[in-house]
């Protein structure tokens, strides 16, 4: 496993807890998506200019592993680290509970890119991103 790369603390909002007052399932997708957002946002890019530069980027899969709940109250705090394979970009994500530490979402998103309507290693992608070799 690599180093995260970046972290965002999420508080849980109480419209996201299902009947049995734990976050419903759905919610930790859109979690992770924001989290992959505000990423980029820190890399210095964002999806309208990816739009602008032709760069459409698609999720193909995700795995996730659900540990433990979050309930209302908690804060999460969202990492992640992402690695470029072919034509996929790989976000390796895990959320934490921040008060204990604890692992309460483990996921991979694989995300390809469209580049003028054709699928794309789209290495300008990575480049944008400010990520090297090692990262």
């Known amino acids: 496993m690599r180093e995260y790369i970046f972290s965002l603390e999420i508080p849980v909002r109480d419209y996201e807890l299902?009947?049995?007052g734990i976050v419903n399932n759905a919610n930790y997708l859109h979690y992770?998506?924001?989290t992959r957002h505000a990423f980029i946002k820190n890399r210095g890019y964002s999806f309208g200019k990816m739009s602008a530069d032709g760069i459409v980027p698609v999720v193909n899969r995700i795995e996730?592993?659900?540990k433990r709940p979050?309930?209302?109250g908690d804060v999460m705090v969202s990492r992640l680290w992402v690695e470029h394979q072919g034509v996929r970009y790989l976000f390796h994500q895990d959320i934490y509970n921040k008060v204990n530490s604890q692992l309460v979402?483990?996921?991979v998103v694989s995300?390809?890119?469209l580049v003028g309507g054709q699928l794309s290693r789209s290495d300008e992608l990575w480049q944008k991103l400010?990520?090297?070799d090692g990262q």
């Open 64 to 66: 996730i592993d659900y």
């Open 130 to 132: 400010g990520m090297d």
């Open 32 to 34: 992770l998506e924001h």
């Open 105 to 107: 979402v483990s996921a």
């Open 111 to 113: 995300i390809v890119t």
């Open 70 to 72: 979050l309930r209302s």
């Open 18 to 20: 299902d009947s049995e």
